[in-house]
């Protein structure tokens, strides 16, 4: 990793992303018998088949308790139910319990604090303060969920809305930014200012402030190397904040990047208004899926924002300068008053100030407009019942691919233990499909001796059952009769 980027570093996802059909057909495709190939893909099928059959009662269920939590007409169905307070706590509790095992099945974990945090640190296309309107969201629903959940931790940056994360891309943009770049200049020249007052400032110094040679992000290894481990990787951002601006690339097209939330699910629900007279409040569970967020405006998806506005920093600034000014205006006349040059000079400047921070933060709002509907059209994937059906659909998706890269690796390269097992199917992933993934073996192994298909001996090491031999354990499925019957 080179000194001076503004790196990000992430562990490695477990979610595979290579799709089912090109997983299983390229598996299939590397088996030289034409035989096996046909029995492979019959496996695949069958196991498939098994997998959704496993989870078909808890996706009922969760559709079944999602009726009574929809926004748009749960209430009415509650109320039909005449049901008491304390059994709608235990129903919204339990849904919540499925709906936290399928984002675990799919791979979707809760951003944590840290990750917030570092992805908050910085701006990219958003350069307002964004902040939630805390008095229009309900805060007990999720407290008593991390409260009886020991298992997940709940993030302190809110106990109002959870987010769920999953996958690691990359976002560019490219422009002039030249608002961006001014209001940098400008910002790099206060902070001059500051210092000049503390104490004298170097040549040195004034080439490092205006360069803003910077990394605060996470630089990588505490031991100061820069080699990878097998479950890290590194995504360098690119932003105008620790960009050397120059006369030369002060007009110029400039291109920025920010790693993205590939997807992003967002859980809340919205506070129980005074005039409401239903029996249980407000008991709408809100649900919303997004795509490719970058990190740094992931407040664009945050619920019930408030209206940006000047920061109490800006208003500081804006005093500080005011009275510098006034001062300086002030003393020039007393001084010089013959010299009314200078003075104008220096209150055209104060007026400039102003006015950079109006227009400012009208080209600021107009983004901030811009980036909301963007938000809303372009990366909102689905919300609510659409949301879960996509994430039920997710769990047997990854299961199923999973389970057969295992069985694959164990048919063809022979007994293994957990661990050896491991680092082959990711070298499977990255040979055949040049994927990178920290691959979940544990889970795929259960699945397997669930299944009946493999066997463990003494040494720890697991064995698969020949092709036919697995097709027969597991058997004709409901599918294959439908099948059988529509053919006929």
């Keep these: 990793m080179e000194a001076g980027k503004d790196v990000i570093r992430l562990e490695r996802e477990p979610f595979i992303v290579t799709m089912k059909p090109k997983l299983i057909i390229g598996l299939a495709d590397s088996l030289e018998q034409k035989a096996d190939q046909a029995d492979f893909l019959l496996l695949c099928k069958r196991v498939e088949a098994f997998i959704r059959a496993w989870y078909h009662v808890q996706f009922e269920e969760l559709m079944q308790l999602y009726a009574l939590f929809d926004p748009a007409n749960g209430g009415k169905k509650l109320e039909k139910q005449n049901l008491s ?36 640190s910085g701006h990219y296309l958003l ?19 991390f409260e009886k959940r020991k298992d997940l931790e709940m993030p302190t940056y809110t106990n109002q809305y959870v987010m769920y994360r999953r996958g690691i891309g990359l976002d560019k943009s490219t422009d002039a930014f030249i608002s961006a770049k001014l209001d940098e200049l400008i910002s790099r ?18 080439r490092k402030l205006l360069g803003r040679e910077q990394n605060k992000a996470q630089p990588g290894p505490a031991d100061g190397s820069s080699a990878l481990s097998d479950t890290e990787q590194y995504v360098e951002r ?22 993205t939330f590939e997807r992003l699910i967002l859980l809340y629900r919205l506070a129980t208004p005074r005039h409401d007279t239903s029996p249980y409040g407000n008991r709408g569970i809100c649900i919303k899926q997004f795509k490719h967020v970058p990190m740094a405006d992931v407040e664009l998806v945050l619920p019930e924002k408030k209206n940006p506005s000047l920061t109490a920093m800006d208003w500081v600034k804006f005093l500080l300068s005011a009275i510098i000014g006034f001062v300086a205006f002030s003393g020039t006349l007393e001084a010089h008053p013959s010299d009314i040059w200078v003075a104008l000079a220096i209150l055209g400047g104060f007026l400039s100030y102003c006015a950079k921070i109006y227009f400012t933060f009208h080209a600021n709002m107009m983004e901030y407009q811009r980036l909301i509907t963007n938000s809303m059209y372009d990366k909102q994937l689905d919300s609510g019942r659409g949301t879960l059906l996509h994430l039920c659909d997710d769990v047997i998706q990854q299961e199923v691919k999973e389970v057969i890269l295992a069985y694959y690796v164990l048919m063809t390269k022979g007994k293994h233990t957990i661990q050896t097992l491991d680092e082959l199917c990711e070298e499977v992933l990255l040979e055949e499909f040049d ?13 397997l001796e669930r299944l009946g298909i493999v066997s463990k001996d003494s040494l720890g090491r697991y064995a698969p059952h020949p092709l036919k031999r697995a097709n027969e354990i597991i058997g004709i499925t409901t599918d294959e009769v439908v099948a059988r019957i529509s053919s006929a």
């Design 85 to 120: 307070a304390a059994r709608v706590d235990e129903l919204e509790q339990r849904f919540l319990d499925i709906y936290a095992m399928l984002m675990e099945k799919s791979n979707f974990k809760v951003l944590s604090d840290n990750e917030f945090r570092v992805a908050t």
């Design 435 to 447: 994927e990178k993934c920290n691959f979940e073996v544990e889970d795929a192994v259960k699945k």
């Design 127 to 145: 350069n307002l303060p964004i902040s939630v309107d805390k008095n229009k969201l309900d805060s007990k629903l999720l407290g008593k969920f």
């Design 238 to 259: 690119i932003r105008i904040q620790n960009m050397k601006i120059t006369f030369g690339n002060f007009l110029k097209k400039t291109t920025i990047q920010e790693p």
């Design 189 to 206: 020249a206060w902070d001059w200012i500051l210092g000049l007052l503390r104490k004298p400032i170097s040549i040195s110094r004034l």
